[in-house]
């Protein structure tokens, strides 16, 4: 047999060059085994390219063409080549993690339904197909899942609800806008592990009782589309999704359409304006049938607490954030990309340990959390666990796990601005101090930069934000003054 | 819009009026009207055809599924991944994000504006390429990020944004 070397398709790994050096490989060794892997989410050493030994599976990267020719010429290179990154599996960005629903990431092709069983896939569905709805319901309330889309609503809670509802008809809708800057979480998981999806919505349509799903996902990412398209059509064809009826539908760049109402309105055909509440989704949503909203990666955390049980979902991650966070690395960072970490490491672990501090080299200035409605935290918070309640004391949030780096050379005020900027361009329109106060804050952001009355438009600039944030009807508006507020607060001297 | 197609190159431009669209748009209809809330569906087929959604389209959409005109464009400019005219040969979204502008996204947007001579929404003189601003591609530990034509570029700086355009 030969021996198979695997290169990643994820499409970080194919901006890169993982193509040409997947060609390169094949030409250069014709009788190897070249497959195509999605990614483990090491971004700074793609392409990365392992090859598979009696010992386990060894790495090389990051590749060009010019080094995997020479690297391939004449067969696999051994694990005593200098170049060599020894095994895959004991890298220690990878050892430093705890994958608990990245698993096979990287791992597999993502198209391969038997490589996908081979690595413990369908385990919890089967489970799943064994217990009544109450009892999956129950598992995922003990595990202690939250909601990984931001808002970190307890899953199991969100499950009784839609269980308990009144309906002959009820829908499952995966979140998969993930529209925030810093993260791609979402995107790997379609693009590296599409059926571990298609498993968890699975599962919710039986705790709930649901068998029509939607998996709503941006427009930015054509090959995520495309593999589940694929995914969905190969998992009906091999019976794996009995009757579940389940779709995938296109966003159209609105970062608004992440808002899990307005995410509904867009399914329906309309403008994604956001919705009043009550009724919550759960007991009238799609349609206004009683629906469950789920984040991809909370979807996809679903299969591994019913395949190994609640219990061992809980004993990760400390107080009430139980499990695991897929920490995406981002922005001027030496090494980006996905960590999967317990809930409880510190800022300063994941930035400076396993990421390295700057990709520049200077001097961290701030980290962004959560996105582009997520504070600015400065060093002096680094020791903050990430865990949901510790990053509320530094009036902080984890929102879906994106930390964007900045060092010393960013412009704070400016990135404030663009916060307001931001909210303004994105607003759906429907409530004043969202549609109307991000363009406002725009402008008094101005004036104080240009030392306009500062004083008094520092006061105006505060009691704007509370406006927006007491008084705006979703997320957006409310949380858009957050980035400003710690900008004034940690960086005073630039806005 | 499939941003990884939608230029006019691959879409038939020349079909955008007359009965040539009529029967395109049509066919959409008829494949796509049993879905559930199939008006996003469809104007993305729209536009994967002609690379935009053309004005006359709009009124057949509206009869095919009983809509307003207005609610059908209401829905098209609500979305700014919709076009109303057509683009040029080739897209370039470059990212405006903040993990993008930790690593120099804008001096690299400044670049590529200056390059091209044309601003966001703009279409060089050519006709060869339209810029937009996109918020986030999903490559934020590659950045800065731009896609041209649905492929995705990594790590871009001036320099490698001339190489991509080929100046
Ligand atoms: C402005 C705004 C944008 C949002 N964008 C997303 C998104 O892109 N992806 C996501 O999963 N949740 C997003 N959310 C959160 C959703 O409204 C909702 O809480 C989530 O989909 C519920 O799923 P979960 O409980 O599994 O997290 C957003 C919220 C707001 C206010
Ligand atoms: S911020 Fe530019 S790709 Fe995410």
Redesign the interface.
Known sequence: MSVRVLVPSD??A???GADAVAAAVAEAAPALDVRRTGSRGL??L?PLVEVETAAGRIGFGPLDVQRARTLFAGGAPSAEHPDCLGLVAELPALKAQARLTMTRAGVVEPLSLAQYEAHGGFLGLRRAQSLTAQEIVAAVTESGLRGRGGAAFPTGVKWRTVLQAEGSQKYIVCNAD???????A??MVMESDPFLLIEGMRIAGLAVGAD?GYIYCR?????AI?TLDEAIRLAAAAGHLHGFHL?V???????ICGEETSLLE???????TVRYRPPLPATAGL?GKPTVVNNVISLATVPVILAQGAEHHRSFGVGRSLGTLTV??????RR??LFEVPFGVTLRQVVEDLGGGT?SGRPIKAV?AGG?LGAYIPPQHFDTPLDYESFQTIDAMIGHG?L????DR?DLGT?AR?AFE?CAE?S?GKCTPCRVGAVRGVEVVDRIRRGERAVDNRILLKDLCRTMIDGSLCGLGGMAPLPVLSVMEHFAEEL | MRMSRASRGDAEAGLAEGPGLAEAVGEILERLRSLEGPLLPILHAVQDRFGFIPADSVPLIAKGLNLSRAEVHGVISFYPLFRTGPPGKRTLYICRAEACQAMGGAVLEAHAKRALGIDYGGTTADGEFTLEPVFCLGNCACSPSVLLNGRLHSRVDPKAFDELIGR
């Open positions: 499409s970080t194919k901006s890169l971004y700074w793609e993930e529209g925030d800057s810093g993260t791609f979402d995107r029509r427009a930015e990412y054509p090959q495309a779709q539908r296109e966003g159209a760049g609105a970062y867009s399914l329906e055909g309309k403008r994604g349609f995406q690395l981002a922005g001027n960072v980006g990309g990709a962004q582009p994106g964007v780096v900045f060092d960013a990135l663009y931001f994105e759906c």
